[in-house]
T-cell receptor, first 113, second 115 residues
Framework: NAGVTQTPKFRVLKTGQSMTLLCAQD?????MYWYRQDPGMGLRLIHYSVGEGTTAKGEVPDGYNVSRLKKQNFLLGLESAAPSQTSVYFCASSYSNLDQPQHFGDGTRLSIL | AQSVTQLDSHVSVSEGTPVLLRCNYS??????LFWYVQHPNKGLQLLLKYTSAATLVKGINGFEAEFKKSETSFHLTKPSAHMSDAAEYFC?????????????FGQGTTLQVKP
C-alpha cells in the first residue's frame, strides 16, 4: 500500500550540479504533479502531467524539466542547480481532473550550496 | 482567476477547546475546495473536500468545514482540539478554468495546541 513514493528523501548539491528526483505511484493515476514548498508560500506547481508521455508547465517551471515515460513515474530534473532551488519538493497524483483529491508523497528535502 | 487566502498564519489553542481556521476564496467558477493537513516532515493528507453537494462537509479526525458562497468562505472547525492536531493546514481551491486538475494552495496556517 505504498501510494506515492519519492526518491531520494534528502539531498545536498553544489551549485551547478544536476540531479533527478523520482516519483512513483502505484494507484494507476493519470495525473501527476510536482510542487515546491517554501516557508510562507504554500505549495507552488512546477510541472504537471495529464497522462503518459505528456507534460506541461505550472506556475514556477524555470530551471526544471520533467518526463513521464511511464504512467507510474514522473521525474523532475534540475540541469544546473542554483541556491534558489533549495526547497522541499512534493510529488502528487490523482485519478482524474474531476475534482479528485491529490495524493502526496512525503517530500524530498533538497539543499543547494 | 482562482485564489485562496488563509486569514491567519498561526493559530494557538488549548487542548479541548474549539479550533477555527479561516479561509476565503475567489473563483470565477463553481469551486471545488479542499482542506489538507501536513504533519512535520510529512506529505499532505486530505482532510475534507467540497464539490457542490452539501455545504457542511465532514472530514476525518472530527474536522468539518462550511461552504458559504455569500461570504466566499470555507472555514475549518473542530469542536475540541487534540494535541495530535498540531500541524500545518492548507486551504486549497481547484483550478476550474483548465482540464488539468491543478490545485491552488493558500499560504498555510500553523495550528499550535497547548496542553
Amino acid at each position: 500500500n505504498a501510494g506515492v513514493t519519492q526518491t531520494p528523501k534528502f539531498r545536498v548539491l553544489k551549485t551547478g550540479q544536476s540531479m533527478t528526483l523520482l516519483c512513483a505511484q502505484d494507484m494507476n493515476h493519470e495525473y501527476m504533479y510536482w510542487y515546491r514548498q517554501d516557508p510562507g508560500m504554500g505549495l507552488r506547481l512546477i510541472h504537471y502531467s495529464v497522462g503518459e508521455g505528456t507534460t506541461a508547465k505550472g506556475e514556477v517551471p524555470d530551471g526544471y524539466n520533467v518526463s513521464r515515460l511511464k504512467k507510474q513515474n514522473f521525474l523532475l530534473g534540475l540541469e544546473s542547480a542554483a541556491p534558489s532551488q533549495t526547497s522541499v519538493y512534493f510529488c502528487a497524483s490523482s485519478y482524474s481532473n474531476l475534482d479528485q483529491p491529490q495524493h502526496f508523497g512525503d517530500g524530498t528535502r533538497l539543499s543547494i550550496l | 482567476a482562482q485564489s485562496v487566502t488563509q486569514l491567519d498564519s498561526h493559530v494557538s489553542v488549548s487542548e479541548g477547546t474549539p479550533v477555527l481556521l479561516r479561509c476565503n476564496y475567489s473563483s470565477s467558477y463553481s469551486p471545488s475546495l479542499f482542506w489538507y493537513v501536513q504533519h512535520p516532515n510529512k506529505g499532505l493528507q486530505l482532510l475534507l473536500k467540497y464539490t457542490s453537494a452539501a455545504t457542511l462537509v465532514k472530514g476525518i479526525n472530527g474536522f468539518e468545514a462550511e461552504f458559504k458562497k455569500s461570504e466566499t468562505s470555507f472555514h475549518l472547525t473542530k469542536p475540541s482540539a487534540h494535541m495530535s492536531d498540531a500541524a500545518e493546514y492548507f486551504c486549497v481551491v481547484s483550478d476550474g478554468s483548465s482540464n488539468t486538475g491543478k490545485l491552488i494552495f493558500g499560504q498555510g496556517t500553523t495550528l499550535q495546541v497547548k496542553p
